[in-house]
């Protein structure tokens, strides 16, 4: 057998010699037959003739035999190749136009591919991911707690889990957080994973230098440790020996144990790792603001599917909770966790936590990219109808000539398959501009662990796509170019097909299936920017005009009294500002990003329904709430005196003040808020704030003042009239006058921050728009191409008609009026489609209903205004229809 | 009387042509040959000739070497490989088997065949 492909192999390299050779010894047949006849006694001329006609059809045995060499198929691909290269090329603005619309279909489809692929198809980065699962609600344990018996927390732990070995072999924690690096020349944030000794177990992944973090490194008491990302050693240590010396973090010195390999940044593109302790202490939560946004995750053991995982989870929840110390009737807050498991599930893959809630969007816009993609194949199989139309007679001569039908339908083939691949080679030269939208669309979550890139997965889905679009769009044409009579069509003479009227139907069908597509589109563009619209006119409870913004950090071992100081002092240079009419300061800055925390207050008589409510915890200082334009209701804004005496006093929003106080002035009145005494006193209510989304109603919050008890890591916000970059450096000065080494991130106008909290929904609407945009404008260079493809090849007709009497106005209204009924149709058709699959979008779109009747009416009616442009520029041109010259032409 | 060659009889026919005559044979000596030698009865297209050819190189049964008629003109002469050699006696006996087997079904003995 191997011979076999050895000689093959052979003959295909030297297959112009062969072809000679096998073209000689043919020659030569034909002579000595020649002479044998002649020698028979027929004149030499007769002779020839009658050698040649027994030998048959020379070309035709030529091409036979060279088959027989088995690269016929490689050879005929070349040659249809070259042929259909040359044929493009006489013909540049078809061969443009049919390019242009598939890169936009075949660049759009890839760029949401190598998304889809990064959320959903490519490999998690661990080994055996599949066998990584998130534990839903579990809880970490907090030294901070068991430090305060009086806070009986009962929780599902992480240690309940650890009690399943049978069903997890491993079980970590991890959360994502920043610290300051203390750089003397460049103090900044790094974005660091605090995570338990087992994580990286849990992964299976090792360190590529020194080594992991381990048991050893969790206690409260071991010395601080650090493992650097391989990006982070890469650049901010030029990959020198880096381990066992110390780094400052939050300036703390941490000893650097090892470097994990490239392309391990998990979570969220950590740029280094330190241990979580468990039970939780300080240092666990200072990457964080007062909240420790822990994620549980466990390797199941061998032969443990998900489903047996789940079930286990869910005995061990219930014998769990139900043991759980309670007065009689009491209920708890594992109650709630409970109920929300049973529903919920208490496990989740890896890649779907991830993933999460932009699950939806991405499917959705990658579906939108395929029905973009299906609307430019339908309207590039009409341009090639069209085109085959005029062909049909060059393509009869061919068959004449000896082509064989299946031939004549791979060379169609071959010409519509390069226009696709040359269509996929401009999408993809024009794909990650996409890409640059699609970023911001990915879940954050995943950043780390599975980017979005061009590789060359997404490259052979492209190159399939390519060629199964050139092949889908490509085959019917080609069918059709090549049925019917060769004769008919050479004789029909005009250059136009002999089922001219056969393929104007194909046409106008295609043409309504476009449109229809398109009004599915452009339904789904109306519902997100009606959304989009009605998002950025929600009330945020802020004036976020003229706001800058800069978060900062103090340092560890600052004492309380001391860090109330400092902020007293940076607040007092920032008002010293030219310009800044008010500043403060707050821990959690709305919108931000990022969890807050809650915590259950008891007010004496308020509503049962208020009980379980767990208002947001917010700690601010005197000029906050007036920098940030956050309205007063009733009461009295902090000043700099509340929180400095023994005397306890908050801040409510109405969403408390009504929760707690329906119908009555909180005013004055006090609410006990962590179970200690004092009470606490309400001296104001101000504005409802979104905090965590422009999407979620805003919940109850309190805030406490900044005299009294802050945070490590605080944000300073300044009103004033300056310009935003003038603001935003005249902000950052004021802090390093008065601590040069303080590290300040993420300074920025707080629009940019609310805009940033927008980012992946503002990104999701304008793809859809533009997908939608770019489905409108091909439609309607679909409706354009048919309508003037029917009036160039009728123009005879309307030219008899036109001598027979019918007026200009009768003509227009004649090829109007057919392609009313296909639009009228298609438009109906992509309403109906559109009404019943719009509700997949219900998760996305916000103050809008999925039904949204002006949507459903103004989609269609733009579609409807946008095809009739492209309908009667063409046919207007059938009016104009010179009787006489059309007769002539014939 | 001219008749069709069998489907399938062909490269048989041409390899035991070859096989009796190596190295002195090109296409049109072949065609030639097998015509003379079935008394005129088949008439080996041309069509099929060389696609036959072609084929039974690729197999690697037969060579083909170039040289020289003689008039000088450039050929091609063809001769049998063993493993060609071997194609053939399989398909002889095969063939053999066939026509016994015919002739039993049309109860002719196999003289008469």
Not at chain 1, 67 to 83: C, K
Not at chain 1, 618 to 623: P, R
Not at chain 1, 877 to 886: K, N
């Amino acid at each position: 057998m191997s011979g076999i492909l050895w000689r093959r192999l052979r003959l295909f390299l030297t297959r112009d010699r062969s072809t000679e050779d096998l073209e000689q010894e043919m020659r030569l047949h034909r002579e000595l037959r020649a002479e044998v006849l002649s020698r028979s006694g027929r004149s030499p001329d007769d002779a020839e003739r009658e050698a040649a006609r027994r030998f048959g059809h020379t070309v035709r045995i030529a091409e036979q035999s060279r088959d027989a060499w088995g690269w016929g198929n490689a050879d005929a691909f070349w040659q249809d190749a070259r042929y259909a290269a040359r044929r493009l090329r006489q013909r540049p603005g078809f061969a443009g136009a049919v390019v242009g619309i598939l890169a936009l279909g075949i660049g759009a489809t890839t760029a949401m591919f190598s998304a889809v692929d990064a959320a959903f198809l490519r490999p998690l980065p661990f080994p055996r991911a599949t066998e990584l699962l998130t534990l839903q609600r579990v809880n970490i344990p907090s030294a901070l707690r068991l430090e305060r018996p009086e806070l009986v927390v009962r929780s599902f732990d992480i240690d309940h889990v650890r009690e399943m070995p049978d069903v997890f072999s491993h079980v970590a924690a991890y959360a994502a957080g920043g610290l300051n690096l203390a750089d003397p020349e460049r103090p900044r944030r790094v974005r660091a994973g605090v995570v338990s000794a087992e994580f990286f177990a849990t992964l299976g992944v090792s360190a590529a230098h020194g080594r992991t973090i381990g048991a050893a490194d969790a206690g409260a008491e071991a010395p601080r440790v650090v493992v650097l990302s391989w990006g982070l050693w890469q650049n901010d240590f030029a990959a020198t020996d880096v381990i066992g010396t110390t780094i400052p973090l939050n300036s703390a010195r941490y000893e650097v144990v090892g470097v994990m390999p490239r392309g391990f940044s998990f979570p969220q593109e950590s740029d280094l790792w330190i241990p979580m302790s468990i039970p939780a202490t300080w240092a666990t939560f200072e990457p964080f603001r007062g909240y420790l946004p822990s994620l549980v995750i466990a390797r199941t053991a061998p032969d443990v599917s998900q489903a047996v995982a789940e079930t286990r989870m869910r005995e061990a929840w219930q014998r769990v909770v139900s043991n759980m110390p309670r007065e009689p009737g009491q209920e708890l807050n594992a109650d709630r966790s409970l109920t929300e498991i049973r529903e919920k599930g208490a496990t989740e893959s890896l890649r779907a936590q991830l993933v999460g809630d932009r699950r939806t969007a991405l499917l959705v816009l990658f579906a939108t990219t395929a029905l973009l993609l299906l609307i430019a194949c339908a309207n590039v199989t009409n341009l090639l109808l069209s085109h085959g139309a005029s062909r049909s007679r060059e393509l009869a001569v061919r068959t004449v000539l000896g082509a064989t039908r299946g031939r004549v339908l791979r060379q169609l083939l071959a010409e519509s398959v390069m226009l696709s691949v040359c269509g996929a080679a401009v999408g993809i030269a024009v794909a990650p501009v996409v890409l640059g939208a699609l970023r911001t669309l990915m879940p954050e979550q995943l950043a780390g662990v599975a980017p979005v890139q061009l590789d060359l997965r997404v490259l052979a889905f492209a190159t399939t796509l390519a060629v199964v679009t050139g092949i889908l769009f490509g085959l019917w044409p080609a069918f059709g170019a090549t049925r019917g009579s060769a004769v008919a069509a050479i004789k029909a003479g005009g250059g136009h097909g002999a089922s001219a009227g056969g393929t104007r139907r194909a046409q106008r069908v295609l043409v309504g299936g476009e449109i229809a597509m398109a009004g599915v589109l452009l339904v789904g563009a109306g519902l997100m920017l009606k959304s989009f619209e009605r998002l950025v006119s929600t009330e945020t409870g802020m004036e976020p005009d003229q706001v800058a913004t800069l978060e900062l950090s103090f340092v560890r071992g600052m004492s309380q009294p001391a860090r109330i100081d400092r902020l007293a002092a940076i607040l007092d240079e920032v008002r010293r500002v030219p310009g800044v009419t008010a500043a403060g300061a707050v821990n959690d800055l709305p919108l931000r990003g990022g969890g807050g925390i809650g915590i259950s207050v008891k007010v004496d008589g308020a509503p049962r329904s208020a009980v379980r409510l767990f208002p947001r915890y917010l700690v601010a200082s005197e000029g906050y709430f007036e920098a940030l334009g956050i309205e007063r209701r009733r009461g009295r804004y902090f000043t700099d005196v509340d929180g400095t005496g023994t005397d306890r006093v908050a801040i409510i929003s109405e969403a408390m003040a009504s929760a707690y106080w329906p119908d009555q002035d909180p005013v004055g009145r006090t609410f006990i808020f962590g179970g200690e005494d004092p009470p606490v006193r309400v001296i104001g209510v101000v504005a409802d704030v979104r905090e965590s989304g422009l999407e979620r109603d805003p919940g109850p919050q309190m805030y406490f003042p900044a005299r009294a008890n802050i945070d490590i890591n605080m944000a300073i916000v300044a009103r004033g009239a300056a310009g935003g970059g003038t603001l935003l450096g005249a902000l950052t000065r004021a802090v390093r006058r008065v601590d040069p080494a303080q590290a300040v991130y993420n300074v920025r106008m707080m629009d940019d921050v609310i805009g940033a909290s927008m980012a992946s929904r503002r990104a999701n609407t304008m793809l859809i728009a533009l997908f939608g945009l770019l489905a409108l404008v091909i439609a309607g260079l679909g409706v354009y191409a048919v309508t003037a493809n029917a009036v160039a090849q009728r123009s005879r007709e309307f030219g008899i008609r036109a001598a027979l009497g019918a007026t200009r106005g009768a003509l227009l209204r004649h090829v109007g009026g057919e392609m009313a009924v296909v639009v009228v149709s298609g438009v109906l058709l992509g309403a109906a489609l559109a009404w019943a699959v719009s509700r997949v979008m219900a998760g996305m779109i916000f103050g809008v209903t999925v039904h949204d009747t002006t949507t459903f009416v103004a989609a269609p009616l733009v579609l409807v205004l946008a095809v009739a442009l492209a309908t009667l520029v063409p046919a207007r041109r059938a009016m104009r229809v010179e009787p006489v010259t059309v007769m002539k032409s014939e | 009387m001219r008749e069709d060659i069998p489907p399938g009889t062909l490269d048989m026919l041409i390899l035991r042509t070859l096989a009796r005559n190596p190295d002195q044979l090109h296409g049109f000596g072949i065609a030639e040959a097998i015509a003379g030698n079935s008394g005129g009865v088949f008439i080996v297209e041309e069509g099929s000739l060389y696609p036959a050819l072609q084929r039974m190189l690729l197999q690697g049964w037969i060579v083909g070497d170039w040289g020289r008629t003689a008039d000088n003109r450039r050929a091609r002469y063809y001769r049998v490989t063993p493993s060609g050699r071997r194609q053939m006696d399989r398909a002889v006996r095969s063939y053999g088997r066939v026509t016994r087997a015919i002739a039993k079904v049309l109860n002719l003995s196999p003289l008469e065949a």
